[in-house]
C-alpha cells in the first residue's frame, strides 16, 4: 500500500492553531445527508457499510452545515462526515525501533517514517485478553492535556488484543525460511554481523522439531540450506550462518523469490510456515517495486498462506519498501538495531511473530453523531479501509499473532452538553485455518473519557499518549493538547518510574534527544545512554 504523503492544512477553532499532518483522516467524508435521516437508535448501533456519499469537499470560502449554518473553520469545510473510521489493523513496529535509532545517532528521523501508530504499538498496553483465538475490544480514554488547543478535546483509545502467546513449547512447530541480504552495504557494522548473532539466538531458542532453511542474496539469489530439522543440525546450521559474507549489489526481488520457492519446496504440514526478510532494504538491482515483487509470489502466498515477517537493520534503511513487502505480504516487520533488541524479537517475542491467530484483521469505529463533533484517527494512514469495504473478506487487513495489541488513538472533539454513547468500535477478523469470519465489539460513553490524562491512574494510555504526541512532533504535525518536547520528555521519565518499565524509560531518552536535536534542553527526559 502506497503511503500517501499529501498535505492537508486545516484551521482548528479556538486555540488549536495550524495542524500540519501528512494524510490525516479528519472525518469520513461521505454521506453527510443519508446520516440526518437516520434515527438516533441506527446510529448508535454496531457499525456498517457507509452510505453513498453525497457530495464533494466545501468551497473554502464558506459552506453550510445540515442545519444551514455557515462552516467557518477548515474541519467544517470537508464533505459532510459519516461517522465511520475504519483501517486494517498493524502490528509493526519499525518505524519506532529506526526513529530511536536514528535519534541515537544524533539525527532526527525523516518525516516520512515516522508512523504514529507504530509508536504506540511499541509499548505495553495492558488489555484484558481472550482466552481462545479471536480479540477482546477495549475502549476507553480522557480528557486531551493542559497543551495547546486542548478546550473540548478528548483521546478514546481503542485496543484489541489477542490471547497471552503460548510458551516455548505449547506452540505449534516453525518451518522457517530466513532470507538474508549479504549486498555490499551489508558490511556496516549493525548489520550483517547483527543478523549473524540474531540468527545465533534462535538457532539456540528453536525447538528440535522445529524446521529452517536459510537463503542469501546479493546480485544474485541463492539457498545455503533447505528446509532442515534442528534435531541434531545446529552446527551445521551456524556454519552456514557463519559463511555469510557481504559482496555485490541488493536485489531484493532475488532474494525473496527463491525463498518464497525454498518456503513452498519445504513447507511442512500442521507447521506455522514463514519467510523471514532480514535486510537494510536498499534494493538497487532487479525489481524494486514492493507490489511487482509480491506479483511473482502471489500463488505462494496465498495458496499455501506463507506469511513474510521482515526484520529491518542498518542506520541507513529502506523503510518504505521493507513497510510496502510485508504489508502486502501478509506479515509485519520490526527493526533492531542491536543484539538486546534482536533477543527481544527473536527469544522473548517468537511465538507472536511466528504463530497466526487472525488474518485480514480489520477495525471499524462508528462515532455517534449527536455526541462527537469531530474526530482524527492518529496515524494509519497507510492501512486505510473503505468504510463499506469492512465486511468484504475479499479486501486485505492485517495479520495478528498471539500475545499482541493493536492500538488506536482517536482525538474527539464533543459536542457542547453532549452525554452519553460516544463510539462504538468493531474488529472483523478471518479464522487462519478455516477463513470463516468472526467480529467482536465493544463502546465508550462519555463519563469515562472525561477524567484528566495527566495524573489519572491509567498510566498505560498516559504512555500512548506520550508515544502519539512524540510521533506527530516528529513528523511536523500537531494533536490537541500536545505538550512541548521538553514536557513530554519529563512526562515519559516520571511514567518509567510509575511503570517501572524499561521500553518507556528508552522512550523518555528519545524524546530527550529529539528535544535537544530540535533545539530544546532535553533536561527532561531520562538520562541520555546508548541505544539498548
Known amino acids: 500500500m502506497e503511503r500517501r504523503t499529501g498535505k492537508y492544512v486545516r484551521t482548528w477553532q479556538g486555540a488549536l492553531g495550524v495542524l500540519l499532518a501528512g494524510g490525516v483522516l479528519l472525518t469520513g467524508c461521505s454521506a453527510g445527508a443519508s446520516n440526518e435521516k437516520q434515527s438516533a437508535a441506527d446510529r448508535r448501533g454496531a457499525p456498517a457499510p457507509a452510505p453513498a456519499a453525497s457530495g464533494g469537499a466545501a468551497d473554502s470560502d464558506g459552506a453550510k452545515g445540515a442545519d444551514g449554518s455557515k462552516k467557518q473553520d477548515g474541519l467544517r469545510e470537508s464533505a459532510p462526515p459519516d461517522y465511520l473510521s475504519t483501517f486494517a489493523l498493524d502490528v509493526d513496529t519499525a518505524s519506532y525501533g529506526y526513529a530511536r535509532r536514528t535519534l541515537a545517532d544524533g539525527n532526527l528521523p525523516e518525516p516520512a517514517t515516522v508512523r504514529p501508530e507504530e509508536f504506540v504499538n511499541s509499548f505495553r498496553q495492558g488489555y484484558r485478553r481472550p482466552a481462545g483465538n479471536g480479540f477482546t475490544v477495549n475502549v476507553d480514554g480522557a480528557r486531551a492535556g493542559t497543551g495547546a488547543g486542548a478546550d473540548g478535546w478528548s483521546l478514546v483509545r481503542v485496543g484489541l488484543a489477542t490471547r497471552a502467546a503460548?510458551?516455548?513449547?505449547?506452540?505449534?512447530?516453525?518451518?522457517?525460511?530466513?532470507?538474508?541480504?549479504?549486498?555490499?552495504?551489508?558490511?556496516?557494522?549493525?548489520r550483517l554481523d547483527l543478523v549473524k548473532k540474531s540468527l545465533g539466538i534462535l538457532t539456540d531458542e528453536l525447538r528440535d522439531d522445529d524446521s529452517i532453511s536459510l537463503v542469501t542474496f546479493s546480485d544474485e539469489a541463492k539457498t545455503l540450506l533447505p528446509m532442515t530439522r534442528l534435531r541434531d543440525h545446529r552446527g551445521k546450521i551456524r556454519d552456514r550462518v557463519d559463511s555469510?559474507?557481504?559482496?555485490?549489489?541488493?536485489?531484493?526481488?532475488?532474494?525473496?523469490?527463491?525463498?518464497?520457492?525454498?518456503?513452498?519446496?519445504?513447507?511442512?504440514?500442521?507447521?506455522?510456515?514463514?519467510?523471514?526478510?532480514?535486510?537494510?532494504?536498499?534494493?538497487?538491482?532487479?525489481?524494486?517495486?514492493?507490489?511487482?515483487?509480491?506479483?511473482?509470489?502471489?500463488?505462494?502466498?496465498?495458496?499455501?498462506?506463507?506469511?513474510?515477517?521482515?526484520?529491518?537493520?542498518?542506520?541507513?534503511?529502506?523503510d518504505a519498501l521493507m513497510e510496502q513487502l510485508t504489508n502486502k505480504g501478509d506479515g509485519h516487520t520490526t527493526y533492531i538495531a542491536d543484539e538486546t533488541q534482536a533477543r527481544k524479537v527473536f527469544v522473548d517475542q517468537l511465538p507472536a511473530h511466528l504463530e497466526l491467530t487472525a488474518r485480514d484483521a480489520k477495525a471499524q469505529v462508528a462515532f455517534d453523531p449527536e455526541t462527537v463533533e469531530q474526530f482524527k484517527l492518529i496515524g494509519y494512514e497507510d492501512r486505510k479501509v473503505a468504510d463499506e469495504d469492512f465486511r468484504n473478506d475479499?479486501?486485505?487487513?492485517?495479520?495478528?499473532?498471539?500475545?499482541?495489541?493493536?492500538?488506536?488513538?482517536?482525538?474527539?472533539?464533543?459536542?457542547?452538553?453532549?452525554?452519553?454513547?460516544?463510539?462504538?468500535?468493531?474488529?472483523?477478523?478471518?479464522d487462519p485455518r478455516t477463513r470463516a469470519p468472526h467480529e467482536q465489539t465493544g463502546s465508550v460513553e462519555t463519563n469515562a473519557i472525561d477524567g484528566p490524562l495527566w495524573g489519572g491512574d491509567n498510566k498505560r494510555l498516559q504512555v500512548t499518549a506520550v508515544a502519539a504526541y512524540f510521533a506527530e512532533v516528529l513528523r511536523g504535525g500537531e494533536l490537541p493538547g500536545a505538550p512541548a518536547l521538553g514536557?513530554?520528555?519529563?512526562?515519559?521519565?516520571?511514567?518509567?518510574?510509575?511503570?517501572?518499565?524499561?521500553?518507556?524509560?528508552?522512550?523518555?531518552?528519545?524524546?530527550?534527544?529529539?528535544?535537544?536535536?530540535?533545539?530544546?534542553?532535553?533536561?527532561?527526559?531520562?538520562?541520555?545512554?546508548?541505544?539498548?
Not at 503460548?166 to 549493525?190: N, Q, W
Not at 514463514?274 to 515483487?293: K, P
Open 487 to 532: 514536557e513530554l520528555a519529563s512526562r515519559a521519565g516520571t511514567l518509567a518510574s510509575d511503570t517501572e518499565d524499561d521500553s518507556v524509560r528508552k522512550l523518555a531518552t528519545a524524546i530527550g534527544q529529539a528535544d535537544r536535536l530540535k533545539g530544546g534542553n532535553g533536561s527532561g527526559g531520562a538520562p541520555e545512554g546508548e541505544m539498548d
Open 394 to 430: 475479499r479486501v486485505d487487513g492485517g495479520e495478528v499473532g498471539p500475545g499482541h495489541t493493536v492500538t488506536a488513538l482517536y482525538a474527539v472533539h464533543l459536542r457542547d452538553g453532549a452525554s452519553g454513547h460516544v463510539a462504538t468500535a468493531t474488529v472483523r477478523w478471518l
Open 166 to 190: 503460548p510458551a516455548r513449547d505449547e506452540r505449534p512447530p516453525a518451518a522457517l525460511t530466513f532470507v538474508v541480504d549479504i549486498s555490499g552495504s551489508m558490511a556496516e557494522p549493525g
Open 244 to 318: 555469510m559474507e557481504p559482496t555485490d549489489s541488493t536485489n531484493v526481488e532475488a532474494g525473496i523469490r527463491r525463498g518464497y520457492d525454498e518456503a513452498v519446496h519445504g513447507r511442512v504440514k500442521g507447521a506455522n510456515n514463514r519467510v523471514v526478510l532480514l535486510s537494510d532494504a536498499l534494493a538497487n538491482t532487479g525489481e524494486t517495486d514492493a507490489e511487482a515483487i509480491l506479483e511473482r509470489i502471489d500463488s505462494a502466498r496465498r495458496e499455501y498462506g506463507i506469511t513474510l515477517f521482515g526484520v529491518g537493520v542498518g542506520s541507513d534503511y529502506g
